[in-house]
Nanobody, 119 residues
Framework: QVHLVESGGGLVQPGGSLRLSCAAS????????MGWYRQAPGKERELVAT???????NYGDSVKGRFTISRDNARDTMYLQMYSLKPEDTAVYYCNWRQSSWGRDYDYWGQGTQVTVSS
């Protein structure tokens, strides 16, 4: 299995910035998709952004233009650079790793890191 370790969460004021990191280890495949999802209390988990090993990205509508996802394949590490943070961005952010084997997708999740946007 794949083990994911997240870091970078914390408290930030509205309009501020924050950078999250996620490092993968274990039985990792070179062809994969990494992503960030978030979940606020009482709400469903939602897509923030994903990025493939080839660099193709996809963003949730609520973060387009404000967040940037990137990855370092040599380090199996993914980053989420967040700018212009809003109180509604407050949530637990989860790192996701998806890889395929024999036509099946396998998902792995990090423990989550809290991001709080408040004045």
């Amino acid at each position: 299995q794949v083990h994911l370790v997240e870091s970078g969460g914390g408290l930030v004021q509205p309009g501020g910035s924050l950078r999250l990191s996620c490092a993968a280890s274990g039985n990792i495949f070179s062809i994969n998709t990494m992503g960030w999802y978030r979940q606020a209390p009482g709400k469903e988990r939602e897509l923030v952004a994903t990025i493939t090993n080839t660099g193709y990205t996809n963003y949730g509508d609520s973060v387009k233009g404000r967040f940037t996802i990137s990855r370092d394949n040599a380090r199996d590490t993914m980053y989420l650079q967040m700018y212009s943070l809003k109180p509604e961005d407050t949530a637990v952010y989860y790192c996701n790793w998806r890889q395929s084997s024999w036509g099946r997708d396998y998902d792995y999740w990090g423990q989550g890191t809290q991001v709080t946007v408040s004045s």
